[in-house]
């Protein structure tokens, strides 16, 4: 009876293990992003499309491969810690980092990778998405650069609303120098507080509607 119930056990468990495979299977063939699972050795079980066209490697050279095989060991490290701190964490659901690496064409490209476990007891492999964010991180670097360069003054601010959902105050969440040159306001002491707490008599002027106005309706105002 103790062998016949181990049996039915081992059968029960193949059978689960192979449905949840199925139901990844699933998840990351239909996924856009790049994704793979990994078992909890590191060896490679499933890619989708994807991850091909990212790797440059056929799906059959890549499944029942080591990662470390198509991976730098900064990114194995970082990848290794990325499954150690949920390990140790069992709150998060998932651990993030960037890396650097080579396309099949030899252009270096930034991607961003998102971690997670594929069971949290007793690990028995992990789940990444692969994102290739250059053209992301390019357009911000070009957008901080007109921001900081600007002859205009920009000031970034988020509008507060009371429960009515009307416009109350704003935050100032990003000036530029210019921005301080033409108002007078010092960055340090507006960014991240609000208009009242920071300008004197801001409540007797029209800004709190009008930026309210344009946050809230998307619309585009100019004013003197």
Do not use: C, W
């Not at 499944?63 to 390990?87: K, N, R, Y």
């Not at 099949?104 to 994102?131: H, I, N």
């Amino acid at each position: 009876f103790t062998i016949l119930a181990n049996r039915i056990r081992n059968a029960v468990e193949k059978r689960v293990n192979k449905r949840k495979r199925d139901q990844y299977q699933t998840v990351v063939e239909t996924a856009g992003d790049a994704m793979y699972v990994l078992d909890e050795d590191g060896y490679i079980e499933i890619v989708n499309e994807a991850f091909e066209r990212m790797a440059g490697y056929d799906r059959d050279e890549l499944i029942g491969s080591h990662a470390s095989e198509f991976l730098s060991s900064d990114q194995i490290e970082q990848g290794t810690e990325a499954i150690q701190s949920l390990l140790r964490d069992d709150e998060r659901d998932a651990e993030q980092f960037t890396f650097r690496a080579n396309r099949p064409d030899g252009e270096s490209r930034l991607y961003e990778t998102t971690v997670s476990l594929v069971e949290r007891d007793g690990l028995a492999g992990s789940v990444g998405t692969v994102r290739d964010i250059t053209e992301e991180r390019r357009t911000e670097k070009l957008l901080s650069g007109l921001f900081e360069e600007s002859l205009h003054g920009i000031g970034v601010k988020e509008v507060v609303t009371d429960e009515s959902g009307n416009p109350v105050d704003y935050i100032y969440k990003r000036v530029n120098d210019r921005f301080e040159e033409l108002t007078g306001l010092d960055a340090d002491e507006v960014a991240g507080e609000r208009a009242t707490d920071v300008i004197d008599g801001i409540e007797d002027t029209p800004f709190i509607d009008i930026f309210g106005e344009v946050a809230l309706e998307g619309t585009t105002v100019q004013f003197e």
